[in-house]
């Protein structure tokens, strides 16, 4: 059972640029949720989808845009990047309102992007 | 909103010795979780804590929840070398049993073993 993948997993952009990061849950899980992690530091949450809106989101500004698929994959898009965009993006995936109760929050191995 | 504090930032410790990290709340914890991260890749879950005095443990680790579910502590027993990693602590966002599962991470724990 593939637990949850990402794509690509590297890749450099340059300033201006935009660039789409692709992400499959889980099998069974519903909820994708993306976060980025700057170099020596935790992950910050990006935003949340579920049945295919965007449900909650943190402090980003609009250059951060997602989309979740009725197969409840997702991409998230940044446009206009900077150099502070780069970073890693993690994926995760839940099955929604249950984490709590399952303890099943699973990340990817991230997408690690860089911009010149 | 909440924040996490990790400590210690960094931690080397001999190969078969005991450690802690701790991460504290400035907010009650309603769902605590425990990850391991190897060096620029993804989370590995270790254990999920929710409830106030609630201790898990998973192989060599141990991980619990205060009672007054503002601190929590990892523990690890005679440690080994792929122990070595980034340990991160992340809290729920939500106020129920369920969570809305938007997590606030700390900073994260450097782990070293020396041989």
């Known amino acids: 059972d593939a637990g949850v993948t990402q794509s690509p997993t590297h890749l450099i952009k340059t300033r201006g640029q935009q660039v789409t990061l692709r992400c499959s849950p889980k099998?069974?899980?519903?909820?994708v949720s993306w976060y980025q992690q700057a170099l020596g530091q935790g992950p910050q949450f990006i935003f949340q989808?579920?049945?295919?809106?965007?449900?909650q989101r943190g402090n980003f500004p609009d250059r951060f845009s997602g989309h979740q698929f009725p197969n409840y994959s997702s991409e998230l898009n940044v446009n206009a990047l900077l150099l502070g965009d780069s970073a890693l993006y993690l994926c995760a995936s839940s099955l929604r309102g249950l984490a709590g109760l399952t303890g099943e929050l699973f990340f990817g191995e991230g997408s690690r992007l860089t911009v010149l | 909103s909440q924040e996490l504090e990790q400590s210690p930032q960094s931690l080397i410790v001999q190969e078969g010795k005991n450690l802690t990290i701790n991460c504290t709340s400035s907010k009650t914890l309603y769902g605590l979780y425990w990850y391991k991260q190897k060096y620029g890749e993804g989370l590995i879950f270790l254990m999920m804590l929710q409830k106030g005095g609630e201790e898990k443990s998973h192989e060599k680790i141990t991980a619990k929840l205060d009672e007054k579910k503002q601190q929590s502590s990892l523990h690890i027993t005679a440690s080994q070398p792929s122990h070595a990693g980034i340990y991160l602590c992340g809290a729920d966002g939500g106020f129920g049993y369920f969570g809305n599962e938007k997590l606030t991470f700390g900073t994260g724990t450097r782990l070293t073993i020396i041989p």
């Open positions: 989808y579920y049945e295919e809106e965007e449900r």
């Open positions: 099998s069974g899980h519903d909820t």
